[in-house]
């Protein structure tokens, strides 16, 4: 029988799962590997629950609007249907929000990587001047010794008084949550793991067959023997709003050497300029091959979590199905994978059919 808090807990979080071995309540998904989890972050059930309310706070803002639920709706498959985020008092950001669910298997997070765990990724937004909009974190940290619930949840996750929380222990329930926020067994899974082949419609099956082979996509959205997270955790560049950067490459790119050398932080220029942001990775390594590479997101829940790509410039599946099959976006740093595929019409619907083949149970009607 599984532990009660499981059962409990997995109903709190609706379609999440908590993964946790160290207590005991692990229950990962089937087509998912365990959730990697930091030693100095064991996750338990009060830092979940800590981390969910704290997830959905909008009292940690400028003007009190925006939480971390604002841009990850969990209606809305933890994304939120924009092209690009709204962030405090209606200020648009550079890049669209990609879902919460299975961030917890990135190797580092946001489009171009410049978080190295959840929990880096949790502190950027507060201190963001287009997404929370605070100049330090003394609001976070006053708001939540000033509370009536949360000292005691904060004593239960850390043990600790409430003088002695910061920010850290803040990000840290907060990253706890969102590892939760996992889900796989979707009819992909149910067909390739669970051995029911009977999980996919004939369409979906004849697109995986495409998938892995004449489409290619699986170079990148990785499928594996015994599990698929669908990334290689890699940096790719599409061609995908190239054209914005491409006039003035030399001038922009000499602008973010100047801003990393002036000490301003990076996410304030990516989410202000629209043409640093399209810079992707090369803002994080500096690396002139980065230039307008972006992480590849996973495709489970796709259907779902559109619009697509890092601006949220493509609107459905089937757009995204032709960018790939005509080579991607021409330009210099093209990634040299990137080449027409030459599908047929036939092949493209099978392909759609089997990308609607990722949506885990819980999540089919969220978009």
């Not at 495709?299 to 459905?316: C, F, K, Q, W």
Request: proline share 5%; glycine share 8%; net charge neutral.
């Amino acid at each position: 029988m599984r532990h009660l808090g499981f059962i409990l807990l997995t109903a709190a979080l609706g379609a999440s799962v908590l993964a946790s071995a160290a207590h005991g309540l692990q229950k990962v998904p089937l087509g998912l590997p365990p959730v990697p989890v930091p030693a100095d972050n064991v996750l338990t059930h009060d830092k979940v629950v800590l981390g969910k309310r704290l997830f959905m706070d909008k009292r940690f803002s400028g003007d009190g609007t925006i939480s971390c639920s604002t841009c990850h709706i969990p209606e809305k498959a933890f994304a939120d249907g924009l092209p690009l985020a709204v962030g405090i008092k209606g200020k648009k950001g550079t890049r669209n929000s990609p879902t919460v669910i299975n961030a917890a298997h990135y190797k580092e997070q946001f489009w171009d990587g410049r978080a190295s765990s959840l929990e880096e990724q949790a502190r950027g937004p507060f201190l963001n001047p287009v997404e929370h909009g605070l100049k330090d974190f003394s609001p976070i940290i006053e708001t939540i010794r000033k509370d009536k619930e949360y000292p005691g949840l904060f004593k239960k996750a850390f043990g600790i008084g409430p003088e002695k929380i910061t920010i850290d222990h803040v990000v840290k329930a907060i990253a706890s949550f969102e590892r939760t926020v996992i889900a796989g067994d979707s009819p992909f899974d149910r067909y390739m793991y669970g051995g029911q082949k009977d999980a996919m419609s004939g369409a979906a099956v004849r697109g995986l067959e495409i998938f892995r082979t004449k489409a290619r996509c699986q170079d990148c959205h990785r499928i594996e023997q015994t599990n698929a997270v669908f990334t290689d955790n890699k940096y790719h560049n599409l061609g995908v709003g190239f054209s914005v950067i491409e006039p003035e490459l030399f001038d922009i790119v000499e602008k973010v050497k100047k801003a990393r050398a002036s000490g301003q932080k990076l996410d304030d220029a990516l989410l202000s300029s629209k043409k640093m942001s399209e810079l992707g990775r090369f803002a994080v390594t500096m690396e002139v091959e980065d230039i307008g590479r972006f992480k590849t997101p996973t495709l489970r829940n796709v259907a779902v979590t559109g619009p697509y790509m890092h601006d949220g410039s493509i609107e459905t599946l089937e757009e995204v199905i032709e960018l790939y099959d005509q080579g991607g976006e021409d330009n210099p740093m093209l990634d040299s994978g990137i080449r027409p595929l030459r599908l047929t019409e036939q092949e493209k619907a099978d392909l759609l059919e089997f990308l609607k083949a990722l949506t885990s149970p819980g999540y089919e009607s969220k978009k």
